[in-house]
């Protein structure tokens, strides 16, 4: 009897003990985004102040949600609130945070070392607000890491080499800040990265070989850098690939090839480089779902490749600025989904066929032939065309009048024949 009253107290002692624990913590947490609340000029809609009140339980604020076991704040979601402040030290007292997101707000300075206590972190969303500083090389400490979005701030300095021993992470945004230096060769290491998000910023060197190595990679781009050199051959083993996007740097060499066969892939953007060399012929027969190629301002050279027509669900083509010459092939007409065709500032020769364009149906629809070499009419049958906003084939040697059908078209709001 006297062992079973002991331990009934003993018992008792412990969930007594673990019931102030939890209190205490959950005070923690409290008192913790109480002090971001004292950072913050309020936005214009007032979330905090009328909902961030120590009368009533931290679990029940807007934006917070705690665990169901421990009553602890995992996840904190202020995004879209336009509040203004900064974010305090106290913050790494939220020691149970999975999830941050005060994305597309206007939180600046610097981020608070003491995040490094964030462990449990998963997901951090600070993008469209206006931090500054270089990029913290803590991030590398919070091994846990899925999501790293800190696109459109004002981070400065190199990537650091922490962040890629973060192993779980799976999308890294940078997008649109002041990063500079080299993209680290080790960046391959992340073998579970599926976004990888660097475009505008102030990027040099080359592209790394290593990245051949993120299998999972379904996104990549790296437009508007100053990176140089050529594309590795590898990126072409990245047969997850979606979206390619190495715009508005100073790469040289040609395409790989092999870049022709990622069979998933929907967008291949590499206008505004100095690449060379020619397009394969049969470009299409292994791009199945391609919905956009952007290939203009280059010094691409030769015929138009042939087999464009299996790419059926080819939206923008674009081949302008380059230094492509032969027939405009007729096979375009089969492409009922494009929106825009780019071809001009090029030597195409030949006869100006609109008619064999007459089955495209896009509610959108630019014809762009400016500064090339084609001759011919512009035949009537160009009213077929009913969702035709732009014709421009300034600059060519386009003869005979102008059909009295093309007034029939009342979407278009271009039309350029100087």
């Not at 400490?141 to 190199?158: A, P």
């Not at 890294?172 to 599926?194: A, Y």
């Not at 464009?308 to 092939?329: A, V």
């Not at 009213?383 to 040697?397: F, M, P, S, Y």
Request: a neutral charge; proline letters at 4%.
């Amino acid at each position: 009897m006297e062992k079973a009253f002991t331990f009934f107290l003993l018992t008792l002692l412990l969930l007594m003990a673990n019931s102030a624990m939890t209190h205490t913590n959950v005070t923690t947490d409290q008192l913790t985004l109480l002090s971001l609340k004292s950072q913050i000029i309020s936005g214009p809609f007032h979330f905090l102040n009328e909902s961030w009140s120590p009368a009533a339980s931290v679990c029940h604020w807007v934006g917070v949600t705690c665990g169901s076991r421990h009553q602890r704040v995992m996840s904190l979601n202020l995004s879209k609130m336009a509040l203004k402040g900064r974010i305090p030290r106290e913050f790494g007292n939220l020691s149970f945070l999975v999830s941050l997101d005060l994305g597309s707000n206007n939180f600046h300075e610097n981020l608070p070392q003491e995040m490094t206590r964030l462990r449990r972190l998963k997901f951090l969303d600070l993008s469209f607000n206006s931090f500054r500083g270089a990029i913290p090389s803590w991030f590398g400490i919070l091994h846990r890491l899925q999501v790293i979005n800190i696109r459109n701030n004002s981070f400065t300095g190199s990537i650091p080499y922490s962040f890629f021993n973060i192993s779980t992470l799976e999308t890294l945004n940078l997008n649109f800040n002041s990063i500079e230096g080299k993209i680290p060769k080790v960046i391959g290491s992340l073998i579970n990265l599926r976004e990888l998000n660097l475009r505008g910023n102030m990027l040099i060197g080359s592209i790394p070989l290593s990245l051949s190595n993120a299998s999972r990679l379904d996104t990549l781009d790296i437009t508007f850098n100053s990176l140089q050199g050529n594309i590795p051959e590898g990126i072409g083993n990245l047969h997850n690939l979606k979206l390619l996007g190495i715009q508005d740097n100073q790469l040289t060499g040609s395409i790989p090839f092999t870049i022709f066969n990622i069979s998933r892939i929907e967008v291949i953007a590499f206008r505004g480089n100095s690449l060379s060399g020619y397009l394969p012929n049969g470009l299409c027969n292994g791009l199945p779902i391609l919905k956009g190629l952007y290939l203009s301002e280059n010094k691409l050279r030769g015929h138009m490749p042939t087999s464009l027509s299996n790419c059926s669900q080819l939206q923008i083509l674009s081949l302008s600025e380059n230094e492509f010459d032969g027939p405009i092939h007729s096979e375009i007409g089969s492409l009922t989904n494009l929106q825009v065709l780019g071809l001009g500032t090029n030597h195409f020769t030949g006869m100006f066929h609109l008619i064999n364009i007459s089955t495209i149906v896009s509610y959108y629809l630019r014809i762009l032939f400016y500064y090339t070499l084609i001759a011919g009419i512009i035949p009537q049958e160009i009213e077929n065309l009913v969702n035709l906003v732009e014709l421009g084939v300034e600059k060519n040697q386009i003869t005979g009048s102008v059909p009295i059908s093309i007034f029939n078209i009342s979407s278009l709001q271009i039309l350029s024949l100087a």
